[in-house]
């Protein structure tokens, strides 16, 4: 496996953070960054998808996204 350099701007609480869990884990700086983006890549991507309740319904009408504002932001108790 070939290793690249890169650069990683870090607030200084950060760092601060990162130096001392590497420390207690007894490995670098970059074995631990190399691990948590590992971790972070291999997590499920969200799917960002429409909610299974879409398009479930209707309402009767065909002007709904024409009259969005007025739906979403009318009073309630008016």
Do not use: C, K, Q
């Amino acid at each position: 496996m070939s290793m690249r350099r890169t650069s990683l701007f870090l607030d200084d609480n950060l760092l601060t953070a990162l130096r001392r869990a590497a420390r207690r884990e007894g490995v670098s700086v970059a074995s631990l960054i190399r691990e948590a983006v590992t971790t972070y890549l291999a997590r499920p991507a969200p799917t960002g998808g429409v909610p299974t309740i879409a398009g479930r319904f209707a309402s009767g009408r065909n002007d709904t996204a024409e009259r969005t504002d007025e739906l979403l932001w009318r009073d309630p108790h008016a």
